[in-house]
């Protein structure tokens, strides 16, 4: 197979080049003081590095449904367990969720996770749980353990820091037999997954300690309705116990919101020192209507499509910002679909809107702004399924970030496996107007280049005449949205992928395209050829049902 060339290093440069038409001042940065910049250097196809012998080098390579957290001087990421060519299970401490760390969010070292094996727990839940439903117990030893999505975050336990992580172990065996899936259909569901949770004061030495059991997957069609008549896509089980998040609201109250395609997201407290259910214990995971297990095992707060089992929505992610609780989620299939949309709520509990004022909460269809999609700049191959986000701020200010997986398109340089790239995308967060006339409805979206630390300055209308790329970031099912050039010209006008006037608010960086306003920032242009610094927008307009993405380039 021919490899993708390893982008050029780029050694130590003033972001004063006379030529760069971004408007960094050349001498000082310009903000009066001396300001130098390494572009990151490492490649975005790791396949030549991607053997475990090689795993101090990967960086940002394999990264697959990631979550941060701030801890002791340094952001901690874990992930799903995945690799290209699944090196990871080369490991011989800390094998499942897996991790890395950096103090800069460019730069990232390796750290093993937390476990080697599944806890002994979750195979005695589930036999239990097998036993109470009259079926036989399953050998440990026959069980298919799957190590998924994690969430991380550091909690203040009586006085004392520690790094808290929920972690999903799924259970890939049949109901009926117990044998695994890869054996012959048996003429059931697959078997559910379990959230547990461990904590640690020391995750740079892999030292965890398990708490168990915290919830699994339940269903509301009693317990014995697991069988799966051919042609039957209305799955057991209502919520599937996969993609937690976790956060503490302003009042000191801890929730879990967790959930993957099935009925939706389910939001569960959670005891503020012991991380477990508030309502512990829950009784058994399975009844005979929504009423009487929602109010054991959580309420749903979100559904894309309120009458499917598989409404395509996934791996929620909830911050809380002035007054509002934002739910990210997943669409589609991860491997090419995967995009990022977001909704609001003024309460914990929901109804969470999207910016057109659909209800996602009762599952009133798809759910705008685009937080990221399937995308390519020209030169580039692009990047896709770029999803299952984490959203986090930047220690000490009031900056947020977004984080995923960016995997590169099928068949890239004659790699018929390079969809199975997975860089991890660290990613600026601006928050956009819904429209001209409301500057204040504020919306996040994720920039169109990753994130390098570029030195800011000021930003004035004459950096941004000239040509750019502009991307149309609108929802096309397993496709990439490409770019078109657009210039703007210095009388106010522009042509290309959009006609009419532009205008430009210093103060803000709020760049207004016709009718449609773009937050302004400067990035790096990780697909040039040396990498470069240069100046990107992003933004939506409430009834646009897209988000525009650019960059300058010329």
């Known amino acids: 197979m021919r490899l993708l060339p390893l982008a050029a290093v780029l050694g130590l440069f003033s972001c004063t080049d006379p030529g760069d038409p971004t408007g960094i001042n050349t001498s000082t940065g310009g903000n009066g003081a001396d300001v130098t910049f390494a572009a990151p250097d490492y490649a975005d196809d790791y396949s030549s590095i ?159 300690v398990d708490k168990g059991f915290v919830t699994c997957s339940s269903t509301d069609k009693g317990r014995d309705g697991w069988s799966r008549v051919a042609g039957n896509w209305d799955g057991y089980f209502y919520y599937n116990a996969i993609d937690p998040t976790y956060i503490v609201t302003p009042e000191g109250r801890h929730y879990l919101i967790h959930g993957s395609w099935h009925s939706g997201f389910a939001l569960l407290e959670v005891d503020a020192v012991s991380g477990k259910p508030v309502n512990a ?53 991860l491997d090419v679909p995967y995009n990022t949309r977001v909704v609001r709520s003024d309460r914990i509990e929901g109804p969470y809107h999207d910016i057109t004022g659909r209800n996602f909460t009762n599952g009133g269809g798809d759910c705008f702004p685009i937080v990221t999609h399937p995308y390519k700049f020209n030169g580039s191959y692009g990047w896709v399924g770029i999803s299952h986000c984490a959203v986090f701020k930047k220690e000490g200010t009031d900056e947020w970030f977004y984080c995923s997986q960016g995997r590169l398109p099928v068949n890239v340089g004659g790699n018929p496996y390079s969809n199975a790239i997975m860089m991890g995308h660290v990613r600026r967060i601006v928050w956009c107007p819904a429209s001209a006339s409301e500057p204040d409805n504020l919306w996040p979206i994720a920039l169109p280049e990753r994130y390098a630390a570029v030195p800011d300055s000021k930003i004035t209308s ?93």
């Open 281 to 333: 214990p829950m009784g058994n995971p399975w009844a005979d209507n929504v009423q009487d297990l929602t109010a054991r095992y959580g309420r749903r707060v979100g559904t894309r499509t309120s009458s499917s089992r598989w409404q395509g929505s996934e791996a929620p992610e909830v911050i809380y910002k002035d007054g509002y609780y934002y739910l990210f989620m997943a669409y589609d299939g």
């Open 50 to 208: 991607s053997s475990w012998d090689n795993h101090n080098k990967w960086n940002l390579a394999n990264v697959h449904d990631p979550s941060i957290a701030f801890y002791d001087g340094y952001y901690y990421m874990y992930c799903t367990d995945a690799s290209y060519g699944n090196e990871h299970e080369k490991a011989v401490k800390g094998r499942h969720f897996q991790g890395k760390r950096s103090k800069d969010l460019v730069n990232w070292t390796y750290v093993a996770g937390p476990m080697n094996d599944a806890p002994s727990w979750v195979a005695d839940s589930l036999n239990s749980i097998r036993s109470r439903m009259g079926l036989a117990s399953i050998d440990s030893k026959r069980i298919s353990y799957g190590y998924w999505a994690p969430v991380v975050r550091t909690v203040n336990v009586e006085g004392k820091d520690v790094l808290r992580m929920y972690y999903c172990i799924v259970i890939d065996n049949y109901i009926r037999s117990g044998n695994p899936t890869s054996a012959s259909f048996d003429g059931s569901w697959s078997e559910r997954a379990f959230i547990g949770m461990c904590e640690s004061t020391d995750p740079a030495n892999s030292v965890w």
């Open 462 to 554: 004459g950096d941004l005449i000239g040509t750019w790329e502009h991307i149309n970031l609108s929802y096309n099912y397993g496709r990439q949205d490409t770019s078109q050039d657009l210039i703007l010209k210095p009388d106010g006008t522009m042509s290309g992928a959009l006609t009419g006037k532009w205008s430009f608010d210093e103060s803000s960086r709020r760049l207004t395209l016709g009718s449609v306003v773009v937050c302004v920032e400067r990035e790096l242009d990780w697909e040039a050829n040396p990498r470069k610094v240069t100046l990107v927008y992003a933004g939506t307009e409430k009834t646009l049902n897209a988000t525009w993405w650019g960059k300058k380039v010329n």
